[in-house]
């Protein structure tokens, strides 16, 4: 009796590591090429994405701690619409409290990503949200390298 007890329960500690790892992040993962950069699948049709804090784009990463990571590597995935228009781009901060189980205290800030145009002397701002993830989109202005 002993013996079947422990393979019960030695079988159901094997299932729950196994649905762990495989439930682990089920959610959209963005696929990358070798070089880190973003493969997106469609440009954002709502005119305010990523523009505006109530609609970030929602980069994901922050509990892996490669948020940062993950913007640049969105940032160096788009180029703007027209060609040979570059852009640098700097972190201006953090803004826009938002309540997140995984932030300090339970409080959570976008990041805020500023980029400047050289040619045209002119900049936009980028909300991202690192704690949350969705369906990377193109925000308007911009396309895929």
Excluded: W
């Amino acid at each position: 009796m002993k013996v079947f007890r422990r393979n019960i329960i030695f079988f159901l500690l094997a299932t729950l590591f196994v649905a762990c790892g495989l439930f682990q992040g089920n959610y959209y993962r963005p696929q990358r090429t070798a070089n880190g950069l973003y493969l997106f699948l469609e440009v954002a049709t709502d005119s305010l994405y990523g523009y505006h804090p109530d609609t970030p784009i929602k980069i994901g990463g922050f509990k892996k701690q490669v948020g940062e990571q993950n913007i640049y590597g969105y940032l160096g995935s788009i180029t703007s619409t027209k060609p040979n228009e570059f852009f640098n781009f700097q972190r201006v901060g953090g803004c826009c409290e938002f309540r997140h189980p995984d932030g300090f205290a339970e409080i959570a800030f976008l990041d805020v990503y500023k980029l400047y145009f050289p040619k045209k002397d002119s900049s936009v701002v980028l909300f991202f949200d690192t704690y949350n993830l969705d369906t990377l989109k193109i925000a308007k202005g911009f396309r895929s390298l």
